[in-house]
């Protein structure tokens, strides 16, 4: 029970909304006996309500209000700020994905990230070679344009440029920083 001098700016009240706190934001007194009380819910919602002394029993003040409280969860605060960080990140590196990953980058990975496809919205897909196999190729390429590689590919009519859709590197042109071959394409130098 909370007497009606109580509800002050910043207060925490209980008993104004069913189950739940709401914040009083400002007071407005009218007489000794009723206030118009203006407040904001937990979902940013502001309303106002007419109380008097006989509503004093059900009213219950959670918190007094302070502009400045530092005794909040370390934990959650870390995560929030966390959260933050990464949604802001790509304002300082618009390729931060390739920085951060846990994957090993080689230079041509490099160079066609920051060089060919360079900050548009791209899909960037690798797969194992076709193997000249055609029809598997387009199978591939439908994935990222189903108009241009629509229906079953038959030798001698389906004929398609995917030049602007694809960067084709020669494997014996794929080396390591230092200049040596890159060992998962089984090439040798």
């Known amino acids: 029970m909370a007497k009606l001098e109580e509800l002050q700016p910043r207060v925490v009240v209980r008993g104004i909304v069913p189950d739940s706190v709401v914040t009083a934001v400002s007071v407005e007194w009218y007489g000794s006996e ?56 790509h304002l300082f590196d618009p390729l931060l994905a390739v920085h951060t990953s846990v994957v090993e980058p080689l230079p041509h990975q490099i160079t066609a990230v920051y060089e ?19 029809a598997d190729f387009q199978l591939f390429m439908a994935l990222l344009d189903g108009d241009r590689f629509e229906g079953r ?19 014996e042109n794929l080396l390591r920083f230092d200049g040596r071959a890159n060992a998962q394409f089984g090439v040798s130098r």
């Open 34 to 89: 009723a206030l118009e009380l203006t407040y904001k819910t937990h979902s940013g919602k502001v309303a106002n309500e007419l109380l008097y002394r006989h509503d004093e029993p059900r009213i219950e003040v959670v918190e007094h209000g302070r502009p400045w409280s530092f005794d909040g969860d370390g934990q959650l605060f870390r995560l929030v700020s966390e959260a933050l960080r990464i949604w802001l990140a």
């Open 116 to 134: 060919a496809m360079l900050s548009r919205h791209f899909l960037l897909m690798t797969a194992t070679p076709h193997n000249g196999k055609e």
């Open 153 to 171: 590919f038959r030798d001698g009519v389906h004929v398609t440029d995917a030049s602007d859709m694809m960067r084709r590197m020669v494997k």
